[in-house]
């Protein structure tokens, strides 16, 4: 394609307004993941096709427009045997480094496909093998490697290099103090900070309200993995057994009449008219500067606007929401009851 394609936000508006048809997800859970949730559900449930390629059944397999497929794919743990042998996949860690990774369990089905052999597949019967021979990327992962090698700089020998202990480290100009500006050197600019973070409409909200407005940011727990969470407890803040809690200045908290413990609702402040709320977090009291609360994601993702993204990144502006925190509506149903 020559034309520029759509990033997450664009590809979501496209689905809601009928301009994108078909979905297609290569792992991941675009339903968790992404802002807006009531939003995100119902963009993902107009698309004619929704196609999830994977290695375990999540939410967004449950988002179905007119029809859905969901393919079962190999994990990085189970052994991937193509025509050429079991094949390696490479990986780059945290330190920049490249290594391979070989699975070594016996995949759960005979039939089950790996990524690599789904994909290549679908180019071969869609856009055909004249130019690029699909299939034989498939029968070895290798030819991928040369390629890449061929594309994208510092993978030079890229298939030797992942035979050695621990892989290699990909160069970058930052890890290197190697500046790639005019003067060759590192050169800062200062910019002048903004009077405030809040959006006009929250402004207007504190003028409406004799309630302040708290500045939401959403955070993971120390045992999970993007939206996958591994346990109930965050050893990082001391939280055992649960998710839906609020960390909140002790200042704030008592400002607003609550305690440690205490059941609360957040509501988004946003100018399109739309309710956006969650409900039933307990307040945890925690050092966090007044004015601003936290809680976890995905939990609090129904309350970040679609349109609310960050200049020129796109991404969603999850660590900058302006809320109204009251009393929870569930706490009174329990008192009822």
Sequence with gaps: PRARGHNVYEALKALDEGKSKVLICLGGNLAAAAPDTDFTYGAMKKAELNVQISTKLNRSHLQVGKAALILPCLGRTELDIQRSGNQKITVEDTFSMVHASTGAAEPVSPLCLSETDIVARMAHATVGSERIDWLALRDDYGRIRDLIEQTITGFADFNARIQQPCGFHLDNSAALLTWNTASGQAEFRASTLPQSVLPECTRHAEQMSDQPVLLLQSLRSHDQYNTTIYGMDDRYRGIKGQRNVVFMNEADARQ?????????????????????????????????????????????????????????????????IPVLVTASRQQDNLLLL
């Design 256 to 320: 607003l009449g609550f305690a440690e413990g205490d059941r609360v609702d957040m509501a988004a402040i946003c100018n399109d008219g739309r309710e956006r709320s969650v409900t039933g977090f307990v307040v945890v009291i925690y050092e966090i500067p007044r004015g601003n609360i936290a809680a976890y994601y995905p939990e609090t993702n129904p309350l970040v606007p679609i349109d609310s993204i960050g200049a020129g990144s796109f991404t969603p502006t999850s660590k900058s």
